[in-house]
C-alpha cells in the first residue's frame, strides 16, 4: 500500500468523523430533493392543467397542442440544481477541503507525518484524491435523486443522450465543486490561523459567485440564484462589453451555469457566452490553476507545527 493511499484513507476516515461535514452533506441532500420536489411539482402541475384542457378542446372540436411538459427538454425539470450545486455543493466542498489538512494539524499528526520516509507530494496525492472521492460522493448523491425524480416521473421520457447529458452535467457539477476544495486546501496548508484557512476560499467563492457577474453581465445577487435570470444578457454599454472581455474569461461562475444549462437543455437560444474564452476552457484553467495551488500548499506545509494550540 503507497503511503498516498494511506494517507486517503485516513483523510476519509476522519471526515466520516466530522459531524460538521456530516451536517453540510446533509443539507445538501435535502436541497438537492428539494430541487427534485420543485421538478416533480411543477410537471404534475402543467400535467393536470393540461389534462383538463384536453377535455375542453375535444368537446369543443378544436385541435388539441401538444403538452408543453414534452415540448422542452425533460432535463430542464432539474435546473435548480445548477443554482444548489453552485451555492451549498462549491461551499460544502470548501469546508472539506478545508478539513482535510487543519484536521491533521489540530491533532497534532503533522509532526509525525513529516517525520516519516514519505515525499511532500505523497501528502499532497492523499489529500486531493480524498477530496476527489470526497466531492464525487456528494456529486453521486444528487447524481441518483435526479435521475429517481426524471425516472418515476410518467410524462417524463428520456432517451440515451439524455442520460449522457445528464451525466456530463453531474461531472461538470464534480469538477466545479472540486475547483474550491482545492483551494481550500492550497489555503488551509499555507494560512498561518484557521480562520485565514476558511475564509479565503469562502471570500474567493463569494466574489465569483456574486461579486464578478455583477461586474460582467450585471447580475444582481438575486438573480444569481435564479437558473434562468443568472443568463440574462448584459445590457448594450461600452462598460458591460468591455468589463466582458476583461473579466469575463474569469468569471467562473457564470461559465458553469452556462454550461449548466447547456447540458440540461434550458439555454436561452442564441445566447453568446460570457467574454471571449470559451466556458470549458474557463472551467479547465481554473481547475488547473486551483489544483496547482492546492499542490504548492501542500509542498511547502511547515510539518512541524500542530496540535490544539496550531
Known amino acids: 500500500m503507497t503511503p498516498s493511499t494511506i494517507l486517503r484513507r485516513h483523510a476519509l476516515a476522519a471526515l466520516a468523523r466530522e459531524r460538521t461535514i456530516?451536517?453540510?452533506?446533509?443539507?445538501?441532500?435535502?436541497?438537492?430533493?428539494?430541487?427534485?420536489?420543485?421538478?416533480?411539482?411543477?410537471?404534475?402541475?402543467?400535467?393536470?392543467?393540461?389534462?383538463?384542457?384536453?377535455?375542453?378542446?375535444?368537446?369543443?372540436?378544436?385541435?388539441?397542442?401538444?403538452?408543453?411538459?414534452?415540448?422542452?427538454?425533460?432535463?430542464?425539470?432539474?435546473?435548480?440544481?445548477?443554482?444548489?450545486?453552485?451555492?451549498?455543493?462549491?461551499?460544502?466542498?470548501?469546508?472539506?477541503?478545508?478539513?482535510?489538512?487543519?484536521?491533521?494539524?489540530?491533532?497534532?499528526?503533522?509532526?509525525?507525518?513529516?517525520?516519516?520516509?514519505?515525499?511532500?507530494l505523497d501528502y499532497a496525492r492523499g489529500k486531493v484524491s480524498a477530496l476527489a472521492l470526497a466531492v464525487g460522493g456528494l456529486a453521486a448523491l444528487a447524481g441518483v435523486v435526479g435521475a429517481a425524480t426524471l425516472a418515476i416521473l410518467p410524462s417524463v421520457h428520456l432517451g440515451p443522450g439524455d442520460w449522457a447529458r445528464l451525466a456530463a452535467f453531474f461531472s461538470l457539477g464534480w469538477l466545479y465543486m472540486m475547483i474550491f476544495g482545492l483551494i481550500a486546501i492550497g489555503a488551509s496548508a499555507r494560512a498561518r490561523s484557521e480562520t485565514v484557512g476558511l475564509m479565503v476560499p469562502t471570500v474567493v467563492w463569494l466574489v465569483l459567485t456574486f461579486v464578478w457577474p455583477a461586474l460582467t453581465g450585471n447580475i444582481l445577487p438575486t438573480a444569481a440564484i435564479n437558473p434562468i435570470s443568472a443568463l440574462a444578457p448584459a445590457p448594450q454599454s461600452a462598460i458591460f462589453d468591455l468589463s466582458a472581455n476583461l473579466l469575463g474569461p474569469f468569471s467562473l461562475a457564470e461559465a458553469y451555469k452556462y454550461l449548466g444549462a447547456e447540458l440540461m437543455g434550458y439555454l436561452p437560444d442564441g445566447l453568446p457566452p460570457r467574454g471571449p474564452v470559451p466556458p470549458l476552457v474557463v472551467m479547465m484553467l481554473f481547475a488547473a490553476g486551483s489544483g496547482l495551488y492546492a499542490l504548492r500548499g501542500c509542498l511547502k506545509l511547515d510539518m512541524t507545527k500542530g496540535g490544539p494550540d496550531a
Open 22 to 120: 456530516a451536517l453540510v452533506a446533509a443539507l445538501f441532500a435535502a436541497l438537492v430533493l428539494v430541487s427534485a420536489y420543485l421538478g416533480w411539482s411543477a410537471t404534475s402541475t402543467v400535467d393536470a392543467i393540461y389534462a383538463s384542457a384536453t377535455h375542453w378542446f375535444e368537446a369543443n372540436g378544436k385541435p388539441v397542442p401538444p403538452n408543453p411538459v414534452t415540448q422542452g427538454s425533460p432535463l430542464a425539470l432539474l435546473r435548480n440544481l445548477t443554482i444548489y450545486i453552485s451555492l451549498i455543493g462549491a461551499f460544502s466542498a470548501i469546508v472539506i477541503g478545508y478539513r482535510m489538512v487543519e484536521t491533521d494539524r489540530r491533532a497534532g499528526v503533522l509532526p509525525l507525518i513529516g517525520a516519516r520516509p514519505l515525499e511532500r
